[in-house]
């Protein structure tokens, strides 16, 4: 079971649905890899990202335009929020498809997650718990109570994130009923709860940590060319180069590994190796492989980037932690090509399509708010030869962005020759995390 039942299903078919035969995928990926990564070490001889990073200032005007546009972005935000949470709760479904379930799986895990790399940081303007929790600190002040201070790290760092996110990938990838109105309205209250209590103890910087979707779509912001500065100011930087200002940090990395190793499962679970793997299960047994298989592959993507990181640093001198922390940045790229290749035909199709047409019908009460609750699913929207395409292209573009940023923090501290050949060990991984992730989509 992956996303809602059979209805959310992605991936591009059987093998005779690929243009090309799989192994040409394969050799494809594994060449361009190697290519750049050759081709790096001739024209790429210093770190030029992190000078970069600053970007050009468009002005304040474009801050003031967003300062404006972001308090109905943030009353909207919270409105789609309730009326989700709303649904869920009426346990309302048009014929298969529930508005909760799409909203929480389709609109904010795929969609922001791309909409982030592209625009920036634009859930910190739309979280709905940041919104509550500015409301509550509102009428806290109001009242005179004390304010509660909101700088510094909270207890445990990023790892109250971690927990977050493997939480939502077990409720998502292995719970038998995750898909339900009924525990998707209860996991919805459940992380509200988590959320706002914690903001109320610590301030809102436990959103900024504690907070899995805001984390991860953070991290993938940094991607963006567009970004915030400090003075509020819109900067336009070159795309990657704001991964540099990423912090080299173990919990972050964490973070990053289990979205990688959850959405490498989830190809896994949704393929036809699977049942001839477990066999097929119902209920509670199924929950309980399930979440055994999710735990063996993230610690499988894990331990061969730990496996590189202890390669890399026995040529450069360093300790395997060192290494996997400083270049933990470079995963950022392969994480949305990975996002981008499972779940393209889910957003475009009858995930996303789906979300549009109950949007004006939430509650199946024949309403028509905007204008959509007539729509049928248009599968020929995109061809299966495009969806293939389109995977193919974020896998392998995802991890020739990871070689070059991790090639550009090499060559920090060491020559262009040096660090080519103190990386060949993490090339190799790349290699086998992109033949990997196509085969599995292959075989979805």
């Known amino acids: 079971m992956t996303m809602l039942n059979t209805v959310l299903a992605h991936g591009v078919g059987s093998r005779g649905d690929l243009p090309l035969p799989f192994y040409l995928f394969g050799i494809g990926a594994a060449v361009a890899l190697m290519a750049t990564f050759v081709s790096l070490s001739f024209f790429w001889h210093r770190a030029w990202l992190p000078t970069a990073a600053s970007g050009r200032n468009l002005g304040m005007a474009f801050g003031r335009v967003l300062d404006v546009v972001a308090v109905p972005a943030r009353l909207a935000s919270l409105a789609l929020f309730v009326l989700a949470l709303a649904s869920s709760v009426s346990d309302s479904q048009v014929g298969s498809q529930r508005f909760g379930p799409l909203t929480v799986y389709v609109a904010l895990w795929?969609?922001?997650?791309?909409?982030?790399?592209?625009?920036?940081?634009?859930?910190?303007?739309?979280?709905?718990?940041?919104?509550?929790?500015?409301a509550i600190e509102w009428a806290a002040g109001k009242l005179g109570l004390p304010q509660i201070d909101d700088t510094g790290e909270i207890p445990g760092g990023y790892w109250p994130a971690v927990v977050a996110l493997?939480?939502?990938?077990?409720?998502?990838?292995?719970?038998?009923?995750?898909?339900?109105?009924?525990?998707?309205g209860g996991a919805m209250i459940a992380y509200t709860v988590g959320m706002v209590g914690g903001s109320a103890v610590y301030g809102r910087r436990w959103l900024r940590q504690a907070d899995g979707f805001g984390v991860l779509f953070s991290l993938l912001a940094r991607m963006s060319p567009l970004y915030r500065d400090d003075t509020g100011a819109i900067r336009l930087r070159p795309p990657l180069s704001g991964l540099t200002t990423l912090a080299p940090r173990l919990d972050l990395l964490a973070v990053l590994l289990v979205v990688l190793g959850g959405t490498t499962f989830d190809s896994l679970a949704g393929s036809t190796l699977w049942p001839d793997l477990v066999g097929t299960?119902?209920?509670?047994?199924?929950?309980?492989?399930?979440?055994?298989?999710?735990?063996?592959?993230?610690a499988i993507m894990a331990a061969l980037y730990y496996l590189g990181s202890l390669a890399v640093g026995w040529f450069t001198n360093q300790t395997a932690a060192e290494v996997a922390r400083r270049f933990a940045h470079s995963l950022v790229p392969i994480v949305l090509g990975y996002t981008v290749a499972h779940y393209f035909s889910l957003l475009v199709l009858d995930g996303g399509q789906n979300f549009l047409r109950l949007?004006?019908?939430?509650?199946?009460?024949?309403?028509n708010w905007f204008g959509t609750a007539d729509w049928a699913v248009n599968f020929f929207l995109v061809s299966t030869d495009a969806i293939a395409?389109?995977?193919?292209?974020?896998?392998?573009?995802?991890?020739?962005?990871?070689?070059l940023v991790a090639h550009d923090r090499a060559v920090e501290t060491s020559d262009a020759s040096e660090a080519t050949w103190a990386q060949r060990p993490?090339?190799?991984?790349?290699?086998?995390?992109?033949?990997?992730?196509?085969?599995?989509l292959q075989k979805a």
């Open 110 to 134: 795929v969609g922001m997650a791309m909409v982030a790399a592209v625009l920036g940081d634009v859930w910190r303007v739309l979280n709905p718990f940041e919104t509550i929790a500015g």
């Open 166 to 184: 493997g939480w939502f990938m077990f409720f998502e990838l292995c719970y038998h009923d995750g898909t339900t109105n009924t525990a998707v």
């Open 281 to 298: 299960h119902r209920g509670w047994t199924a929950t309980g492989i399930n979440t055994l298989g999710m735990i063996i592959v993230i």
């Open 359 to 367: 949007l004006s019908n939430p509650f199946d009460r024949g309403s």
């Open 389 to 403: 395409w389109v995977q193919f292209s974020a896998i392998v573009v995802g991890h020739i962005a990871a070689v």
């Open 426 to 440: 993490m090339l190799l991984v790349m290699v086998f995390y992109s033949v990997v992730g196509l085969w599995l």
